[in-house]
């Protein structure tokens, strides 16, 4: 069965850094493009970054200058490197991946595989 899971989660203060990874079990991400989301207590799910099968990349505003999303950190992995972290960056964050050689998209509804979430917290 194909899945993904999220790890690296945590508290951090504000400032600091965190790097998510996600993890495919089941199937090669290699034609895979991955989307990171996250859901604030109260709020909707949001897009935070994406890449696609031949890694273009793509940000929200609110993130973008401060996260960074790569391949190949480890086999078969996909990270979310996160800096200058802020309060309004905490959230349940959510790996997800669509077989799909187009550019990403940050809209959840394109993604079929969906990872069951990492908490990160950075207290105010």
């Known amino acids: 069965q194909s899945r993904v899971v999220e790890f690296g989660g945590g508290l951090v203060q504000p400032g600091g850094s965190l790097r998510l990874t996600c993890t495919a079990a089941?199937?090669?991400?290699?034609?895979?493009?991955i989307g990171w989301f996250r859901q604030a207590p109260g709020k909707e799910r949001e897009g935070v970054s994406c890449?696609?099968?031949?890694?273009?990349?793509n940000y929200s505003d609110s993130v973008k200058g401060r996260f960074t999303i790569f391949r190949g950190d480890a086999e078969n992995t996909v990270s979310l490197q996160m800096n200058s972290l802020k309060p309004d960056d905490t959230g349940v964050y959510y790996c997800?991946?669509?077989?799909?050689?187009?550019?990403?998209?940050?809209?959840?509804?394109?993604?079929?595989?969906w990872g069951p979430g990492t908490q990160v917290t950075v207290p105010s």
């Open positions: 890449i696609s099968e031949n890694d273009m990349t």
């Open positions: 089941g199937f090669s991400l290699d034609y895979y493009a």
């Open positions: 997800a991946a669509i077989y799909s050689t187009e550019p990403c998209l940050m809209r959840d509804s394109v993604y079929d595989i």
